[in-house]
């Protein structure tokens, strides 16, 4: 993608923000993301055939930073060096959470949660699968252990969030952890 392809994208994103911020998803045409970005339809469907695929997009941009594998001191936070276990990445992902609280909140407050929830999902179930054993370590059946794990972790963010996110990261991962003994 060129600088202006970039650019492009960046301003369909922030328009799409911005939208979100003052009104539902449902509600929110693609003319009106068009005119907030100041670009032309044809460069918004050269980006994004459809609303719903702009928001894949933006709740991708999101999650492939929150489950990168390549994890470095952010600032806020620091989660390059020690054991790797499931706490510690929950942690990390509500950090990420919490510093990107805007698009997040917009996301998970709006009527288009589920399809952020549903990414989050399979990226979760995925980035658990590479750091939890699943050859015998737990007493139920895998997939049944992921699809709890992260349907709690989805209501956990959601109450966390619902509550102003006062908890500090480690606190909520913890009260995660202590809910599923399986960790």
């Known amino acids: 993608m060129d600088r202006r392809q970039r650019k492009s994208r ?4 922030t328009a799409f923000n911005t939208l979100l911020a003052e009104k539902s998803y449902s509600s929110i045409t693609v003319q009106e993301i068009i005119s907030e970005a100041d ?11 459809t609303k719903d695929d702009l928001l894949k997009e933006l709740s991708n941009e999101i999650l492939d930073h929150v489950f990168s594998t ?3 001191d952010e600032g806020t936070h620091d989660f390059s060096s020690g054991q790797v276990s499931v706490e510690r990445m929950i942690s990390h ?6 510093d990107n609280n805007m698009n997040i909140s917009r996301i998970l407050s709006s009527d288009c949660s589920m399809i952020f929830l549903r ?3 399979e990226r ?15 007493p139920v059946p895998w997939s049944y252990a992921v699809d709890m794990l992260s349907s709690g972790l989805i209501s956990t963010i959601e109450w966390w969030v619902a509550a ?3 908890e500090k990261p480690e606190t909520v991962a913890s009260f995660f952890s ?3 003994l399986l960790i």
């Open 10 to 13: 960046k301003a369909i994103f």
């Open 39 to 49: 670009v032309g339809r044809t460069t918004f469907y050269a980006h994004f055939p």
């Open 70 to 72: 390549s994890l470095a």
């Open 93 to 98: 992902i509500l950090y990420h959470i919490r």
């Open 119 to 121: 990414s989050f999902r």
């Open 124 to 138: 979760f179930s995925l980035y658990l699968a590479t750091i939890v054993d699943e050859a015998g370590t737990l």
């Open 164 to 166: 102003g996110m006062k």
């Open 178 to 180: 202590k809910v599923f």
